[in-house]
T-cell receptor, first 112, second 117 residues
Framework: AQSVTQLGSHVSVSEGALVLLRCNYS??????LFWYVQYPNQGLQLLLK??????LVKGINGFEAEFKKSETSFHLTKPSAHMSDAAEYFC??????????FGTGTSLTVIP | DTGVSQNPRHKITKRGQNVTFRCDPI?????LYWYRQTLGQGPEFLTY????????KSRLLSDRFSAERPKGSFSTLEIQRTEQGDSAMYLC???????????????FGEGSWLTVV
């Protein structure tokens, strides 16, 4: 079975500071891993994904994430936070692409 | 293609009434998913289709919930005899199964908000 744990339901950073959002997963098979962003009253937008190959993946808006199998982690980072990054972020795991399981989300606040 | 489309975006209904939401997936996608999201939570999987076949429906919340995808294109999610606890955002997503750069990645619509009063 697959599951996702997002550590920290709320993260606050200053504008220009490093963003680090944590995600740990559980999967009985090699996972597909995803990060999505959700702005208020909107659906989820794909930020980036890992399926196979390079373990460091780059996404939109300057975000990237690294798949670490030994740590069962897929943390999301961005070197310099922007005010427009304030949103809810969800990590998700899938087995063969049949079903997708989401974490409970991390709300990112960017302080000017 | 404009992406996954859902309507209505907002629905307010009285307790006990039936409601139906429609989802139009990305045109070349053969899989379609329904999720429910409540405040402060991540999307909760309800059901999914591959073409017209409903491959998983055990996560539907009760027998008041049903979904169809009759021709393998658009889908409807119906909630009968609504209860206040059904108030949530209902998200539709679609994907194309198989390999390829875009395979096995789900893309979401904007969601349909349901308020039961």
């Amino acid at each position: 079975a697959q599951s996702v744990t997002q550590l920290g339901s709320h993260v606050s950073v200053s504008e220009g500071a490093l963003v680090l959002l944590r995600c740990n997963y559980s999967s009985s098979v090699p996972p597909y891993l995803f990060w999505y962003v959700q702005y208020p009253n909107q659906g989820l937008q794909l930020l980036l994904k890992y399926t196979t190959g390079a373990t460091l993946v780059k996404g939109i808006n300057g975000f990237e994430a690294e798949f670490k199998k030994s740590e069962t982690s897929f943390h999301l980072t961005k070197p310099s936070a922007h005010m427009s990054d304030a949103a809810e972020y969800f990590c998700a795991v899938s087995d063969t692409g049949n079903q997708f399981y989401f974490g409970t989300g991390t709300s990112l606040t960017v302080i000017p | 293609d404009t992406g996954v489309s859902q309507n209505p975006r907002h629905k307010i209904t009285k307790r006990g009434q039936n409601v139906t939401f429609r989802c139009d997936p990305i045109s070349e996608h053969n899989r379609l998913y329904w999720y429910r999201q409540t405040l402060g939570q991540g999307p909760e999987f309800l059901t999914y289709f591959q073409n017209e076949a409903q491959l998983e429906k055990s996560r539907l919340l009760s027998d008041r919930f049903s979904a169809e995808r009759p021709k393998g294109s658009f889908s409807t999610l119906e909630i009968q005899r609504t209860e206040q606890g059904d108030s949530a955002m209902y998200l539709c997503a679609s994907s194309q199964s198989g390999q390829g750069i875009d395979g096995n990645t789900i893309y979401f619509g904007e969601g349909s908000w349901l308020t039961v009063v």
